[in-house]
């Protein structure tokens, strides 16, 4: 019976161990809350004693939580602790009572070589949490010390705790479709006013880095970026800052922003959704917020409502639906500079918007380019709207462009491309007789160069108003749809980053071609390598020759007329005719 007993104290005291261990992981002192004493000689399992003959330990019933420790007397309590990582800083904390005071008289904390006094315990009778920050500097191990230099009355000490102090990094850990992504993690429970620096990297050595946002660690663990991150894969860490002095860095963690090239069509009713899909288009744009969710549920296509009345229906709407996925941004305004909206008013909108949605972009749409400067930081993505056929160069809209991009070089700029006939939009007395429906070729041409100016979303203009029908319009229809497929099939081509020229837009020997080199990266189902995407810009056939300055470049195929383009010393030479298109393939 005797062994059966031994043993049973044995499973007893195991399991103790092992749910105090199991329950504070990081919690690098052993028997922390001093409950274990398994050979009952009244000193806690682990922890050791160096006294005088006047030192007196004893394990008490009632402390903090649970069991206790106390001391009356001179003498010291200790533990030692390995596994301790050079150069980190630990958060110590525990639970203390003194059973009276008297001035002068103070318990000591010694660990890593530094005594620390508590001379601001001069209560008594009450527990007081401690919490102190050390750096265990050239240390691997380490010995924890309570002393008494011989206080009136006893000491009491419960819950000792040390963990490494060092942020952990929570999400984003996966795949996200937001360009606007929020940042959480976890840092130790602690008194202290510190601040903490969110930064991203291209690579997991963080050679290049970009702060995201830097704030106070009391407002939270928690913050969304201000600026859209681009598509692809990024590493992020925490940098926890105290009295402006760097003290910790987590870990990286990784994570995907998926790319996603919106090809929109405005104004599209419930009833021709599926026809719109069919077609290609993977978003619309529509008036109200009403049938989102009927349209997320029987569609699944991504969703730009125009949202002009913001009532408590509304608002609560978008708060529910700021997780989801189908929701490309809001749309807050249509052309504010030319009826008179405030930007102060637009950038409180934005500001309120973002405080009960803050995982999706506002959007509003100019068709002054040149009043981004007044609107510019009035939302998030700003898109642009000239409609130039049949009156205008089709310039217009990529000059728009440029100038968002000169102004505001890390927003996003979506191009609204026209494609309807001015005759349907008669204003006053101006009949607009002279309209008609873009060409196909000046179709063509608006689309791809809205992509070389680097509009990073597509909406055509429009598909059902009160006047103007576009599925009537058969011909054009059919060559909207047309454009439409062409753009799927060359959809990684969309997605993939610019290599050339870094900030602006080349332009061939002859001004009027606009070109752009991207290259599209391993894993695509679309061959990977270097790509031109040039286009002309007049009504008349150019022949123009192309600077390359990717090197090793041995011959270029243009792959929508499936046809072989000899390369030079620096580039290329090619005919276009009026409004043309060419994609090229570059072999090394």
């Known amino acids: 019976m005797r062994i059966f007993r031994l043993i ?9 161990v092992f749910i105090s261990v199991s329950n504070a992981s990081s919690n690098l002192v052993p028997n922390p809350g001093f409950e274990v004493d398994a050979n009952k000689d009244g000193v806690p399992d682990f922890w050791g004693i160096e006294k ?20 009356l007397g001179k003498g010291i309590l200790y533990c030692k602790i390995n596994s301790i990582v050079k150069n980190k800083y630990y958060l110590l904390y525990f639970w203390i009572k003194r059973q009276n005071w008297r001035e002068g008289e103070y318990p000591i904390i010694r660990i890593f070589n530094r005594d ?58 996966h795949e996200i479709y937001t360009s606007f992504p929020e940042f959480s993690w976890w840092l130790p429970k602690n008194p202290y006013i510190l601040e903490a620096e969110i930064q991203i990297s291209r690579y997991s050595s963080f050679k290049k880095v ?18 859209p991150i ?89 708060h529910n639906m700021r997780y989801s996925n189908n929701i490309l941004a809001w749309y807050i305004k249509d052309e504010p500079e030319i009826n008179m909206i405030s930007p102060l008013f637009l950038w409180r909108l934005k500001s309120y918007i973002k405080s009960i949605d803050p995982y999706h972009p506002t959007l509003i749409t100019l068709v002054r380019a040149n009043m981004v400067k007044d609107y510019g930081d009035a939302a998030d993505i700003i898109m642009v709207d000239p409609y130039p056929i049949p009156r205008r160069p089709v310039t217009w809209l990529s000059n728009s462009i440029d100038m968002v991009k000169t102004l505001f070089p890390y927003k996003p700029v979506w191009a609204v491309i026209q494609a309807f006939d001015w005759s349907a939009f008669p204003y006053g007395e101006e009949k607009r007789i002279w309209g008609r429906d873009p060409t196909y070729n000046e179709e063509r041409c608006l689309t791809y160069l809205s992509i070389i100016h680097g509009a990073r979303g597509l909406f055509y203009y429009t598909f059902k108003t009160k006047n103007y029908f576009i599925m009537d319009r058969h011909k054009h229809w059919n060559e909207v749809k047309s454009i439409i497929k062409e753009l799927n099939s060359i959809y990684p081509l969309l997605i993939s980053p610019k290599i050339y020229p870094d900030d602006s837009v080349a332009k061939a020997s002859n001004g009027a071609i606009h070109y ?60 276009f005719s009026p409004y043309q298109i060419h994609i090229y393939y570059l072999t090394n």
Not at 8 to 16: E, K, L, P, R, S
Not at 53 to 71: A, P, T, Y
Not at 139 to 160: A, M, Q, R
Request: proline share 5%; hydrophobic share 40%.
């Open 8 to 16: 049973g104290y044995f499973i007893f005291f195991t399991w103790i």
């Open 52 to 71: 005088n003959k006047n030192f007196q330990v004893r394990l008490e019933e009632k402390g903090k939580n649970g069991k206790c420790i106390s001391m």
């Open 116 to 173: 620390v006094y508590l001379n601001y315990i001069i209560g008594w009778g009450d527990w007081i949490k401690v919490t102190l920050l050390f750096n265990s500097k050239k240390d691997s191990k380490t010995t924890l010390y309570f002393i008494n230099p011989g206080l009136h009355g006893k000491i009491y000490v419960d819950d000792v705790s040390l963990i490494e102090f060092t942020p952990q990094p929570k999400s984003p850990s």
């Open 210 to 227: 970009f702060t995201v946002k830097r704030i106070i660690a009391p407002k939270g663990n928690k913050i969304t970026s201000d600026f």
């Open 230 to 318: 681009d598509a692809g894969r990024w590493f992020w860490r925490v940098k926890i800052y105290k009295n402006r002095r760097l003290i910790t860095i987590s870990k990286p963690l990784s994570f995907d922003i998926l790319p996603f090239f919106p090809i929109g069509i405005y104004a599209v009713p419930l009833r021709y959704i599926a026809t719109v899909k069919k077609a290609g288009f993977n978003s619309i744009c529509i008036n109200g917020y009403q049938n989102i969710l009927y349209i997320i549920k029987n569609y699944n296509i991504k969703v730009l409502p125009y949202i002009s009345s913001f009532n408590n229906n509304c608002c609560e709407f978008i």
């Open 516 to 575: 752009i080199i991207k290259h599209v990266p391993k894993g695509f189902d679309f061959k990977s390598g270097y790509y031109v995407i040039a286009v002309n810009t007049l009504p008349t056939y150019i022949n123009s020759h192309i600077y390359l300055p990717v090197k090793n470049i041995s011959s270029a195929e243009d792959i929508l007329e499936k046809r072989k383009i000899s390369i030079y010393s620096s580039g290329l030479l090619d005919d």
